[in-house]
């Protein structure tokens, strides 16, 4: 046996209060808008068939060829941790028959939770990270499209998030996206000897991802390719033109991007991406992306229904926050720290911390035996508003001084009446520090 190993997987984090916060206020923040629009939360398993994934996201995606956390489980079943949010959401769709008439259509959806990829950890990208996600399952209609990517934009300008873009592109149904494809392989194929090694493969198996190869050669090579506004049906070239009017109707900026194109296989019709402007945060720069998919409610064997929704990454967003001094990274502060001295005064202090968490109020008191004036210093460093010391004195009266840290004003208390008195000396000594 060799050396235990007690680290951290790579690509993976710790995260604790001051962290914490933030992610709970974004995962709120994301609830309360979703909700407005109507989507309700789904949680499916973090670990399916393995079949789930590679049937979804392409045979010749990264995400499916290097990238999957898959494992023969003790019953020898090939699974996977997931890697994206919609297959599972996809399966389950299918598997409850979500699609039945008793049924919300468009079926819309939301989640939230961690993801897995087998990645080269970096900036903005992790083996473990953390997406917020929405499916709507059931209409084709570009009205749809165009609120799915309004409620993303609301949900992020709503956080405080600036210096964003909206990538709009579109990659046509399928017969638009076979011809484009030929006439992209026809174009790419004199230049084959001249593309990146990487863009080489996939000009066999995957040509439409040489778009958006990060090569600055290919990306020479690409910048005169015919694009697929070309070759799109006249079916898929009026759902883009609506998604763009229904987009310029109701405010949301975006911008043409004909080189996007997805890491996932499944979408057709309308792609997007939100970024950010910002330079100095090139690494992290996509934060959410999505689209129209059409055949995978089939393909998990349900009947042919259209979906669209985005994936958006929670550790990309708040560096961004962060960045952006949007980010509110600290611990929560206490309403009341209770600062007690001598050992007879433990039981009333206790008491009372309990009586004021039983009224709504955090309170908190020292559990280390630590002077009083560590105490007091405590109190400090957790921020308490109000600060409440019992003594022996205290203690024998039944009353105290609540004393406002803010201003220092201080007023009584008496302790066998917290529960009727406590809401009026807190707004007492509040309103005298508004005068
Ligand atoms: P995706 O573009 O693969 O799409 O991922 C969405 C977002 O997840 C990315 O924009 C990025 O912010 C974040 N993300 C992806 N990989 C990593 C990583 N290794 N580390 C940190 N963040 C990452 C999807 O997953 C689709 N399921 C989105 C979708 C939903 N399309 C339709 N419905």
């Known amino acids: 046996m060799g050396k235990a190993n007690f680290q951290r997987p790579k690509g993976t984090a710790d995260l604790f209060e001051e962290n914490v916060r933030e992610w709970q206020r974004i995962e709120q923040q994301a609830r309360e808008i979703f909700s407005r629009y109507g989507y309700g939360e789904i949680r499916t398993p973090m670990f399916e068939a393995f079949d ?42 299918v598997e409850n028959k979500l699609f039945g008439p008793e049924h919300e259509s468009p079926y819309k959806t939301f989640y939230m939770g961690p993801m897995f990829r087998y990645e080269r950890p970096q900036a903005g990208r992790f083996r473990q990270f953390h997406q917020i996600g929405v499916e709507a399952f059931g209409s084709t209609e570009p009205s749809l499209d165009a609120e799915v990517i309004t409620m993303v934009v609301k949900f ?42 990487d863009s080489q493969t996939r000009l066999e198996k995957n040509p439409l991802r040489i778009l958006d190869s990060k090569d600055e050669n290919d990306q020479k090579i690409v910048a005169d390719a015919p694009t697929i506004f070309d070759y799109l049906s006249d079916e898929s070239k009026a759902h883009f033109e609506a998604v763009k009017t229904f987009l310029d109707d109701l405010g949301i900026d975006y911008e043409i991007d004909q080189t996007m194109v997805r890491g996932l296989d499944y979408y057709n019709d309308t792609i997007f991406e939100v970024m950010t402007t910002d330079p100095n945060l090139k690494g992290a720069a996509t934060i959410a992306g999505g689209g129209r998919y059409s055949g995978l409610v089939e393909e998990f064997g349900g009947p042919e229904t259209p979906g669209i929704g985005f994936g958006l990454g929670v550790e990309r967003l708040i560096s961004l926050l962060q960045a952006q001094g949007q980010a509110e990274m600290k611990p929560a502060g206490l309403d009341f720290y209770l600062v007690h001295i001598g050992d007879e005064t433990q039981a009333k202090t206790l008491e009372l911390a309990t009586a004021l968490r039983d009224l709504g109020y955090s309170a908190d008191l020292d559990f280390t035996g630590r002077s009083v004036k560590s105490q007091f210093k405590t109190a400090n460093r957790r921020d308490a508003r109000f600060v409440i010391t019992l003594g022996d004195e205290e203690v024998q009266t039944n009353k105290v001084q609540v004393k406002d840290m803010q201003t220092g004003h201080q007023a009584d208390l008496d302790l066998a009446q917290v529960a009727t008195d406590v809401a009026d000396v807190v707004a007492t000594l509040v309103a005298e520090e508004e005068k």
């Open 156 to 197: 992020l300008a709503a956080l405080g998030l600036k210096d964003l873009k909206v990538a709009l592109n579109t990659l046509g149904d399928q017969g638009s996206r076979q011809a484009y494809r030929d006439a992209l392989v026809a174009y790419l194929q004199p230049h084959a000897a001249e593309l990146s090694k």
């Open 52 to 93: 789930v994934y590679a049937r979804s996201a392409g045979d010749t995606s990264d995400v499916v060829t290097k990238e999957m956390y898959d494992f023969n489980d003790k019953g020898d079943r090939h699974m996977a941790l997931r890697p994206e949010g919609t297959a599972g959401v996809v399966r389950a769709y």
